[in-house]
C-alpha cells in the first residue's frame, strides 16, 4: 500500500527548467538508492539518474551536465532539476527507491518540453 509520489511535471518552453519532487506515501523504512527513470512515446523506460543514501550520483549521458538529483534523507525525498529542457526530454518520469524488503515506484508525473 506503500507508493512514491512524485510531483512538479508540468509543461515548459524548451530552454527553460522544471524541478521534480517524489516522498513516500506512508514512512519506508531504510531506504537505499533513489532514482529517476522516463518513458517516452514508442520507447522503453530508460534510467535518467540515480542517487544512493551517501549521495554518490550516476546520470544517463543525455541529461549529464543538464539535469542534477538530490536527496533529504530526513525526508525520505528526491528531487530531480532540470535545466536546458529539450523537445526530446518529454517522456512519463518516474521515482524509483528500494530498501532491503521492495522495489517501490511512483505513479509518473508528465514533463512537456515545446520548440
Known amino acids: 500500500q506503500v507508493q512514491l509520489v512524485e510531483s512538479g511535471g508540468g509543461l515548459v518552453q524548451a530552454g527553460g527548467s522544471l524541478r521534480l519532487s517524489c516522498a513516500p506515501s506512508r514512512s519506508i523504512f531504510s531506504i537505499n538508492t533513489m532514482g529517476w527513470y522516463r518513458q517516452a512515446p514508442g520507447k522503453q523506460r530508460e534510467l535518467v539518474a540515480t542517487i544512493t543514501r551517501s549521495s554518490s550520483t550516476n546520470y544517463a549521458d543525455s541529461v549529464k551536465g543538464r539535469f542534477t538529483i538530490s536527496r533529504d534523507n530526513a525526508k525520505n525525498t528526491v528531487y530531480l532539476q532540470m535545466n536546458s529542457l529539450k523537445p526530446e526530454d518529454t517522456a512519463i518520469y518516474y521515482c524509483?527507491?528500494?530498501?532491503?524488503?521492495?522495489?517501490?515506484w511512483g505513479q509518473g508525473t508528465q514533463v512537456t518540453v515545446s520548440s
Open positions: 524509483n527507491a528500494d530498501n532491503y524488503f521492495n522495489v517501490y
